[in-house]
C-alpha cells in the first residue's frame, strides 16, 4: 500500500511540474533608431503566454531612472498576448542602452530586454531665435 501511495505522490508530483507558464516576446531588443530630443519615448514589448499555465508578471525592473517599464496587472492566461511599455525619458541626448528585466512565474524568469537608439541634442538654435 506505500509503494502505490509512493508512485502516485511522484506521478502527480511530475504532472505539475510540466505546467508552467512560458513567455515568449516577439523582439528582445527594441532600436529607438535616432530619435529628436524631447520627442516620445514611448515603446511596446509584446509577448506571448506560450506555457499552459497562467501567466503572472510579478515586477519589471530598469538599469536607471531614465527608463520606466510598466508591466501588465492582470494574468496572461495561455495563449494570450500582453504587453511591456517602457518609456524612455528623451530630455537625455546621447546614446540609449538600457536593459529592462522582467520578472514572472515562467519558466525562463527572469527575462532581460533591451532597448537601444541615440537622442540627438536640443535644438540651440530655436532657442536662440526666441
Excluded: W
Excluded at 530630443?37 to 514611448?42: H, I, K, Q, V
Excluded at 514589448?45 to 506555457?51: A, D, L, R, S, Y
Excluded at 504587453?83 to 522582467?102: L, S
Excluded at 537608439?117 to 535644438?123: L, Q
Amino acid at each position: 500500500m506505500k509503494k502505490i501511495f509512493l508512485v502516485a505522490v511522484v506521478l502527480m508530483t511530475s504532472f505539475a511540474m510540466q505546467a508552467q507558464a512560458e513567455i515568449a516576446f516577439e523582439q528582445e531588443t527594441i532600436d529607438y533608431g535616432n530619435v529628436a530630443y524631447n520627442s516620445d519615448g514611448l515603446r511596446t514589448f509584446v509577448f506571448t503566454n506560450t506555457g499552459d499555465e497562467p501567466l503572472v508578471i510579478s515586477r519589471v525592473s530598469s538599469t536607471c531612472g531614465c527608463t520606466v517599464p510598466e508591466k501588465p496587472k492582470e494574468p496572461i492566461l495561455p495563449g494570450n498576448k500582453g504587453e511591456i511599455k517602457v518609456k524612455y525619458d528623451t530630455k537625455r541626448p546621447g546614446p540609449i542602452r538600457k536593459t529592462v528585466t522582467v520578472y514572472s512565474n515562467a519558466q525562463n524568469s527572469p527575462t532581460p530586454l533591451k532597448i537601444k537608439g541615440y537622442v540627438a541634442k536640443k535644438d540651440t538654435k530655436s532657442v536662440l531665435e526666441k
